[in-house]
């Protein structure tokens, strides 16, 4: 993911060179926040939280990193193109043993210091492209990979990584960007957006759940999230803000618009008609048989 995903919403960072694996690249903050506790809440940065909660992410009360993902302390999370490891240190609060990847050696020694904050006896951490990964067969009972597959050269080869390291039953949290937008983003974003080490290649949804199913996983859900960073980001590219200060007067009315529909009664409703058609990324939870 982007500096900007990091500054907005605390997740993975940008791949830094071809054929990398760390969460993508010309950032998303659509991608969720860490925890409600720990991001401030105003701005985009409030809104992209709630509204990433509203469809799953981070869920507090049942301890799951997205619905149908719980994690304990019984968990060994792996998190391949963990970036700043939003997700890593929510499930490390949980008390799992977390392992992060990434391509990116700075990266990985900023979350390697939370994680040791955290769970100091009970965290790994690895520099690598993923190919393959420095990791045994079958050592993860949780193994996360979003926002990644858009960048490298073999998406299939990293899925069979993914697969191996996974026990028997092990639940796994796949996300991608989704092809609407990314065509959308194709009509504002500079050229790089689609050159490496950015998004080298667009996912339909079809073709996301072809590329699980035949890796050897079994899909518990397939969904979509984020119409608001699908929007949002358009209008990024239009309004020429700095990647670390993305303040402008068509961004910031633009978050107050998302936030009062979703306090309308109907707002969740109307949300999740707009996430369907127009998501920022697709996600899959899938299981190993």
Same mark, same amino acid.
């Given at each position: ?121 009970? &965290?790994?951490?690895? /520099?690598? !492209? *993923?190919?393959?990964?420095? #990791?045994?067969?079958? $050592? @993860? ?30 639940? &796994?949290?796949?996300? /991608?960007? !989704? *092809?609407?937008?990314?065509? #959308?983003?194709?009509? $504002? @974003? ?47 590219? @239009? ?51």
């Amino acid at each position: 993911m982007s500096d900007l995903t990091k500054k907005l919403l605390g997740l993975p960072p940008s791949a830094e060179g071809a054929g990398s694996v760390s969460s993508d690249a010309r950032g998303e903050p659509g991608a969720p926040a860490p925890t409600p506790e720990t991001v401030d809440l105003s701005g985009a940065t409030g809104v992209g939280l709630h509204d990433a909660v509203l469809s799953g992410w981070f869920q507090n009360a049942t301890d799951e990193v997205f619905r149908g993902i719980p994690i304990g302390p019984d968990d060994t999370v792996v998190d391949v193109g963990c970036g700043d490891g939003g997700a890593s240190l929510f499930c490390a609060r949980r008390g799992a043993h977390v392992t992060v990847v990434d391509i990116d050696p700075q990266v990985i020694a900023a979350i390697g210091g939370k994680l040791a904050e955290i769970i100091p006896h009970a &965290y790994a951490t690895h /520099v690598s !492209d *993923a190919n393959p990964l420095p #990791l045994a067969d079958a $050592v @993860a009972s949780r193994v996360l990979c979003t926002e990644v597959l858009e960048h490298v050269d073999d998406p299939d080869q990293l899925l069979a990584e993914l697969v191996r390291i996974g026990k028997p039953g092990a639940r &796994y949290l796949l996300s /991608v960007p !989704d *092809a609407l937008q990314e065509n #959308l983003q194709k009509h $504002v @974003a500079p050229p790089s957006y689609f050159q490496k080490p950015n998004h080298v290649r667009i996912i339909e949804r079809e073709q996301f759940a072809r590329m699980v199913t035949r890796a050897g996983l079994v899909i518990e859900e397939h969904t979509q999230y984020g119409f608001f960073w699908s929007i949002w980001w358009a209008l990024f590219w @239009a309004c020429k803000v700095d990647l670390d200060k993305p303040d402008h007067p068509a961004l910031n009315h633009w978050t107050e618009a998302w936030r009062a529909i979703l306090a309308l009664p109907q707002g969740t409703q109307l949300k999740q008609q707009l996430d369907q058609f127009m998501p920022k990324s697709q996600i899959i939870v899938a299981r190993k048989p």
